[in-house]
């Protein structure tokens, strides 16, 4: 089997999260990670080909679906995610660039609090600097270089 490096990533990922799973006894999180993945990769997809409407109406129905799973809130959040994807439809342009404005936030914040580490640097040596004086003579011009 002869598997190129997008799809031994994703083979990785998918073990580990299997594991992961297996240690930590976390199978009632694997509906909820499907539908969210579903969803993500759904958008990923519409959006590729241009069809703005069903990308940003799937990301929100299999995030949404995912995020009620996990809080027990099912029937009734479906209810209001059908609601709110009714009173969306027609401007899922304009919600999509509020979503991705609220996530380039949230990254933005994350990256400018996250502290800064960096390696202790030896203190500069002193450079040497040349200075060079240009004049004009009669004759044209002359350059002096002093060190």
Do not use: C
């Not at 240690?23 to 759904?42: D, E, M, Q, R």
């Not at 109406?57 to 009734?76: E, R, S, Y």
């Amino acid at each position: 089997m002869n598997l190129n490096k997008k799809q031994a990533r994703y083979a990785g990922i998918a073990l580990i999260a299997f594991g992961l799973v297996t240690i930590f006894h976390l199978w009632w999180a694997i509906p909820s990670a499907l539908l969210a993945a579903g969803g993500v990769v759904i958008y990923q997809r519409q959006k590729a080909i241009g069809r703005t409407g069903e990308a940003v109406q799937a990301a929100l129905w299999g995030l949404g679906l995912a995020v009620l799973m996990l809080v027990d809130f099912i029937f009734p959040g479906a209810l209001l995610l059908g609601g709110a994807s009714l009173l969306m439809r027609g401007r899922e342009a304009e919600v999509e660039a509020r979503a991705m404005a609220l996530v380039g936030r949230f990254s933005r914040r994350r990256a400018s609090a996250a502290p800064v580490m960096s390696a202790p640097q030896a203190p500069a040596a002193p450079q040497r600097v040349t200075i060079v004086e240009t004049r004009e003579t009669a004759s044209g011009t002359e350059t002096v270089r002093l060190s």
